[in-house]
C-alpha cells in the first residue's frame, strides 16, 4: 500500500543534543510538510517543500530545520532540542495536482521526548 | 486569513446515540473545508472533504457532514456512535487555490459511553 512512512515512532535526546526525524513516502506526491503537534493541541504547520522549493513558516524557529534529498525523503533537523520541543512531529504529502482541494496523506508521527 | 472555530473541546455521547461535531470557518475567498480523525499516538486521518461540490458530503465510518454558507459552519455528525468512534476530530480550512496549506481547528474529543 501506497503510504508515509516515519522513523523512528519514539525518539528520545537530551537537552541540546541534535536530532533527525525521518519522513519517507510512496505516494510520489510533489508537497511535503512537517508539522509540530503539542498534547492536546493542533498540529502547527512548520515548513513544507514543494518538489525542491523551501517554505517556511514565519514562526517556526530557526532551531527547526528540514532537508529533501529526493521526492521520497523528507527530513526534519532539530539542532538544539528544548524541554519545550517535546511533542508528536507529524509529517505528511499532498500531491498539488487539485490545488487546495488537495487531501494530505499523514504519517503515524514520531513522539519526541527531551530529556 | 482563515481560521476555523471547533465549538467545544470535549463532546460525550452514549453509544447510538448521534454524534453532532460543530466548526465555524471565517475565510476571505470560499474555502475548501476538511475533518480529520486522530486516535492516540497516530497520525491524522481524512474523514471527509468539502470542495466547492455537493454542499452534504458523506465520509467514511459513516459521518457526513454540511457546508452552510449562510452559517459559515461545516458541522459534523454520525447518527449513531460506536465505541470505535471515540478519537479526536480536527476541522481544517484551506483556500482553493495554490496547494492546500491547512489551518487546523483546535480540535473535539469525542468520548463514547456504553
Known amino acids: 500500500d501506497a503510504m508515509v512512512i516515519q522513523n523512528p515512532r519514539y525518539q528520545v535526546t537530551q537537552f541540546g543534543k541534535p536530532v533527525t526525524l525521518s519522513c519517507s513516502q510512496t505516494l510520489n506526491h510533489n508537497v511535503m510538510y512537517w508539522y509540530q503537534q503539542k498534547s492536546s493541541q493542533a498540529p502547527k504547520l512548520l515548513f513544507h517543500?514543494?518538489?525542491?522549493?523551501?517554505?517556511n513558516e514565519a514562526d517556526t524557529p530557526d532551531n527547526f530545520q528540514s532537508r529533501r534529498p529526493n521526492t521520497s525523503f523528507c527530513f526534519l533537523d532539530i539542532r538544539s532540542p528544548g524541554l519545550g520541543d517535546a511533542a508528536m512531529y507529524l509529517c505528511?504529502?499532498?500531491?498539488?495536482?487539485?490545488?487546495?482541494?488537495?487531501?494530505?496523506?499523514f504519517g503515524p508521527g514520531t513522539r519526541l521526548t527531551v530529556l | 486569513a482563515q481560521s476555523v472555530t471547533q465549538l467545544g473541546s470535549h463532546v460525550s455521547v452514549s453509544e447510538g446515540a448521534l454524534v453532532l461535531l460543530r466548526c465555524n470557518y471565517s475565510s476571505s475567498v470560499p474555502p475548501y473545508l476538511f475533518w480529520y480523525v486522530q486516535y492516540p499516538n497516530q497520525g491524522l486521518q481524512l474523514l471527509l472533504k468539502y470542495t466547492s461540490a455537493a454542499t452534504l458530503v458523506k465520509g467514511i465510518n459513516g459521518f457526513e457532514a454540511e457546508f452552510k454558507k449562510s452559517e459559515t459552519s461545516f458541522h459534523l455528525t454520525k447518527p449513531s456512535a460506536h465505541m470505535s468512534d471515540a478519537a479526536e476530530y480536527f476541522c481544517?480550512?484551506?483556500?482553493?487555490?495554490?496547494?492546500?496549506?491547512?489551518?487546523f481547528g483546535k480540535g473535539t474529543m469525542l468520548l463514547v459511553s456504553p
Open positions: 505528511a504529502t499532498s500531491s498539488a495536482l487539485t490545488g487546495g482541494a488537495d487531501t494530505q496523506y
Open positions: 481544517a480550512v484551506t483556500q482553493n487555490s495554490g496547494y492546500s496549506t491547512l489551518t
Open positions: 517543500y514543494y518538489d525542491k522549493d523551501f517554505n
